[in-house]
């Protein structure tokens, strides 16, 4: 909602005053290394006193041509690049990106693989959302917020390292089937994970979602319509705050979303309060989802063992016999076959839906690969919400988009 | 199991005055004050590192002591910031393992591109490269960042083997019936 300032006529009317005041617009860079923008965004606003009249948002500054990349390399050799893309939800994007290469060689990952990449991602929108939360609450002047949120997100960093050797980038799939199998007792561990989390969580949302102080920074502020949401395509929880129900896990299933019982929140305003909201039961929903994933938590294998020209043997083959050998040299330096053709994919990330577009001429390496990134897109949005809003505004706004610029600029 | 609308009730009178809030913030900001802090005093207290972390990448050789890479360059191939370069050997005539034909001349991982990303593990048809547990490296120079050989085996020591391939290899020679 745009706040609207009364000025005294005395004030504008007269032609002595506004010589006097010499009112005139002025120009602000925002970023790029703004704390509020959270990564290397500048924002080119136009103000007129406290309100913004324009606002342009100047992209590119972590720019590494991911693309381009991504043409001169095998596809597993892209994993570790997908990193880097939404680099608080690493695990999230590894798994859309492995499934995209997957649909290209109409490739079905075993029960088992379906499960482990489901509760991963899953682990990964938590993580993401708490990031997300916490930074927000920074944004609009509450402190604890981050710091609990911290402290789960290192429980969860505890995990993901254990499953795949890293904290942060984890780099976890491979094209047919994933890095390595989980370890002894590691779903046991998720599960006490979501046990204790599940009573922080509301503990954490409780220090906001009733507080006056943070209602009075969100609430109506930064509205997006439904058609508006829809018109420049948003995605993930923004989309869901203005009020469109759409989820791709629900909508296109993937991986065995379709087998799990889960709500969607949806907002009803579209404003930044709903967009919290969404956020804060989103995670409740994923730990729903994780629970059921590991209710049934598949035995076999946790790679398509048939795709022989895609995932590359098991190391104790590798050593022994001499096919293995060869076909491991093969895979590596050929990259994993895939057939001519296009694909896209989207999977649900914590920002959005991640989009991937691959044309292949055959063979191990992309001829073209092109990412949709929800950041970028939640981002173009920007100039329409924060015109007419304070300055601290933006700050509440921009918050309450929860992008992430890695991913943006790509 | 549905689209639901996330619940949004106005604030009663008595939050509206902020004064429950600012009670039960304070008391959800006391409770984490007196409980038990969860910070590591990083260079004093160590992070325990759980089995398979992706460390600095290191050499290792086998329990005799011959060095595992056969400089098949396969790791330099996949390695996605090319941060391993591998110049080719021969393995010299009086070595008792001069069967295996090739190793490494020389050996350097730029530990400024490395990315740990454990691809190098991965695809090595040897099991001579391994990231290993140390995590932090530090160093003064861009030179001082580049692990040679040599360092490399220190990093990395001795691990155990189960295959023994090559000394299966040099006992199939001395019998005549190697392929």
Redesign the interface.
């Known amino acids: 909602m745009a706040t609207e300032f009364a000025f005294p006529d005395s004030a504008s009317k007269t032609d002595a005053a506004s010589q006097e005041f010499q009112t005139e617009k002025m120009s602000l860079a925002m970023g790029p290394s703004h704390p509020s923008t959270h990564g290397v965004l500048r924002l080119q606003l136009e103000l007129d006193g406290e309100i913004v009249t324009s606002c342009d948002p100047v992209l590119g500054y972590l720019h590494r041509g991911d693309e381009k990349i991504a043409e001169n390399m095998t596809y597993n050799q892209f994993v570790p690049y997908t990193d880097r893309l939404d680099y608080l939800a690493p695990l999230a994007s590894n798994v859309a990106y492995a499934i995209a290469v997957e649909k290209l060689a109409k490739l079905e990952v075993p029960a088992r693989c379906q499960a482990i990449r489901v509760i991963v991602s899953e682990l990964a929108r938590i993580s993401a959302h708490l990031l997300g939360l916490g930074a927000y609450g920074i944004d609009v002047g509450a402190w604890s917020v981050f710091l609990y949120a911290f402290e789960e997100r290192e429980k969860l960093y505890k995990l993901f390292e254990e499953l795949t050797g890293a904290r942060f980038t984890t780099s976890y799939t491979r094209i047919g089937g994933v890095a390595r199998d989980v370890p002894e007792g590691w779903t046991g561990r998720v599960e006490g994970f979501c046990e204790q989390f599940l009573p922080i969580l509301e503990e954490i949302l409780a220090l906001l979602t009733r507080n006056k102080i943070f209602q009075d920074r969100t609430v109506g502020v930064g509205i997006i319509s439904k058609e508006d949401a829809i018109a420049y395509g948003l995605t993930g929880p923004n989309l869901r705050g203005s009020g469109v129900g759409l989820d791709l896990r629900k909508d296109k299933p993937y991986s065995g979303y379709e087998q799990y019982e889960f709500d969607v929140p949806v907002g009803a305003k579209g404003d930044c309060y709903d967009r919290y909201l969404c956020r804060g039961e989103e995670m409740r929903q994923s730990v729903r989802i994780i629970r059921q994933a590991i209710k049934k938590f598949p035995a076999g294998a946790w790679y398509a063992e048939d795709a022989k020209k895609i995932f590359a043997p098991q190391k104790a083959k590798v050593l022994t016999s001499m096919e293995e050998l060869i076909n491991n040299f093969m895979i590596v330096t050929e990259g994993p076959q895939m057939a001519a053709g296009e694909v896209y994919f989207e999977g649900e990330n914590p920002k959005g839906a991640l989009g991937f577009y691959i044309v292949s001429k055959g063979g191990g390496v992309p001829w073209r690969m092109k990412i949709r990134s929800p950041s970028f897109c939640n981002l173009s949005i920007l100039p329409k919400v924060c015109q007419g809003n304070l300055v601290s505004d933006v700050v509440s706004i921009l918050g309450s988009l929860d992008f992430v610029m890695g991913e943006c600029d790509r | 199991?549905?689209?639901?609308?996330?619940?949004?009730k106005p604030?009663t009178f008595a939050?509206?005055t902020?004064i429950?809030?600012i009670i039960?913030?304070l008391k959800?900001?006391l409770k984490?004050f007196f409980a038990p802090t969860?910070t590591l005093q990083y260079p004093e207290e160590r992070p325990e590192i759980?089995?398979?972390?992706?460390g600095v990448p290191t050499l290792v050789k086998d329990p005799h002591g011959r060095e595992k890479c056969v400089s098949?360059q396969?790791c330099e191939?996949?390695c996605?910031p090319k941060a391993i370069r591998i110049t080719p050997g021969e393995i010299p005539a009086e070595s008792s393992s001069v069967h295996v034909e090739k190793g490494p001349q020389a050996f350097d991982i730029d530990m400024l591109r490395c990315?740990?990303?454990?691809?190098c593990q991965?695809?090595c048809?040897?099991?001579a490269i391994f990231?290993q547990n140390q995590f932090s490296m530090s160093g003064y120079t861009r030179a001082e960042m580049v692990n040679n050989k040599a360092r490399l085996y220190e990093l990395g020591g001795t691990l155990p083997d189960?295959?023994f391939?090559w000394d299966k290899k040099k006992a199939a020679e001395e019998h005549g019936n190697a392929h």
């Open positions: 199991m549905a689209v639901i609308q996330v619940e949004r604030l939050e509206r902020y429950p809030q039960g913030g959800t900001t984490h969860v759980p089995k398979g972390y992706r098949c396969l191939f996949v996605p990315i740990y990303c454990g691809l991965e695809v048809p040897e099991e990231l189960q295959h391939k």
